[in-house]
């Protein structure tokens, strides 16, 4: 009986699986490269620019229709996160309607109206959304830095729903080697 050399059909093996391995690789990275474009075009997104100096880190974000109050920006050694709570279109103006005087009164009448009656009188028609676009509720933008920070000494501004950040860049740690 011959003895036949399998090393080489081995090796061929352990090749294919490796291309394969790296295929898929590369596919879960596209995928995930399509789901952050995606998430990207979301209405709930924070717009934000982000450029690098040789000491700092300058942010800005875009967060229209947003109150000073309802911005919350949390930094951490690698990364800055945006928080922020809007109000919805639709529960502005519904609080609108509802806190109008005539609504107050035509609730008032309506209740008098079911009392004496016994009719269950139609309560207003409530607003039926057809396009939203705009940001509602809380919107969380993450921002991973390159390198470390110092947060402590992040100066932030506000101004017409823009925030600006300007970072410190943590100083690089150098040591002397002593060559022996």
Same mark, same amino acid.
């Given at each position: 009986?011959?003895?036949?050399?399998?090393?080489?059909?081995?090796?061929?093996?352990?090749?294919?699986?490796?291309?394969?391995?790296?295929?898929?690789?590369?596919? $879960?990275?596209?995928?995930?490269?399509?789901? &952050?474009?995606?998430?990207?075009?979301?209405?709930?997104?924070?717009?934000?620019?982000?450029?690098?100096?040789?000491?700092k880190f300058y942010l800005r974000a875009d967060i229209p229709g947003?109150?000073?109050?309802?911005?919350?920006?949390?930094?951490?050694?690698?990364?800055?996160?945006?928080?922020?709570?809007?109000?919805?279109?639709?529960?502005?103006?519904?609080?609108?309607?509802?806190?109008?005087?005539?609504?107050?009164?035509?609730?008032?009448?309506?209740? =008098?109206?079911?009392? &004496?009656? $016994? =009719?269950?009188?139609?309560?207003?028609?409530?607003?039926?959304?057809?396009? +939203? $676009?705009?940001?509602?509720? &809380?919107?969380?933008?993450?921002?991973?830095?390159?390198?470390?920070?110092?947060?402590?000494?992040?100066?932030?501004?506000?101004?017409? $729903?823009?925030? &600006?950040?300007?970072?410190?860049?943590?100083?690089? +740690?150098?040591?002397?080697?002593?060559?022996?």
């Amino acid at each position: 009986m011959a003895k036949h050399d399998f090393s080489e059909t081995k090796k061929t093996a352990q090749d294919t699986i490796d291309d394969i391995l790296i295929g898929l690789k590369s596919a $879960g990275k596209t995928i995930d490269d399509m789901i &952050t474009d995606y998430k990207d075009t979301l209405p709930n997104k924070i717009n934000i620019d982000l450029l690098e100096g040789n000491d700092k880190f300058y942010l800005r974000a875009d967060i229209p229709g947003a109150s000073k109050e309802s911005v919350n920006i949390e930094i951490k050694d690698e990364s800055v996160s945006i928080v922020c709570e809007f109000t919805s279109f639709e529960e502005e103006i519904s609080e609108k309607i509802n806190a109008s005087k005539e609504a107050q009164e035509e609730k008032e009448e309506n209740k =008098e109206v079911e009392e &004496t009656t $016994g =009719e269950e009188v139609k309560e207003q028609p409530k607003l039926k959304s057809l396009v +939203k $676009g705009r940001a509602s509720s &809380t919107t969380k933008r993450v921002i991973k830095l390159p390198s470390k920070i110092v947060p402590e000494e992040t100066d932030a501004q506000y101004d017409k $729903g823009t925030v &600006t950040l300007i970072i410190p860049k943590e100083p690089p +740690k150098t040591y002397n080697v002593t060559i022996e």
